[in-house]
């Protein structure tokens, strides 16, 4: 019986609570590395669509964690998607300074609370 409730806790370890995704893209003068962390996104939307960007002329990467890495600079925490009633957090890695372009649209456009590391 034991061994039963193992098995389902594991599978409900699979749905969105603690799911990520760190997108690093990279172009000719652009090298940028966020990770969006699923608050209320539906998995599968979440897993093929926030984390499918296509960006024409940039090579992405795309990897699947629990949470997001630590080592950001900056956080837009509940952020809101245009349109959607759906919420995450979205961490910024690389270069600190863009933060005073990225906080205004955290607050402003995204309605998210900006947290700097």
Request: proline share 4%.
């Amino acid at each position: 019986m034991r061994s039963i409730a193992v098995v389902l806790l594991l599978g409900l370890a699979g749905q969105a609570w603690g799911e990520a995704c760190v997108v690093h893209s990279q172009g000719s003068q652009v090298d940028v590395k966020v990770c969006q962390q699923n608050r209320s996104i539906p998995a599968n939307l979440f897993r093929n669509g926030f984390c499918a960007p296509q960006l024409q002329g940039q090579k992405v990467e795309v990897s699947f964690v629990a949470q997001c890495p630590a080592g950001a600079f900056g956080e837009c925490r509940n952020a809101r998607v245009s349109g959607t009633p759906y919420q995450q957090d979205i961490h910024y890695y690389g270069v600190a300074s863009d933060a005073r372009y990225l906080k205004p649209a955290c607050e402003q456009q995204s309605k998210g609370v900006w947290m700097a590391r």
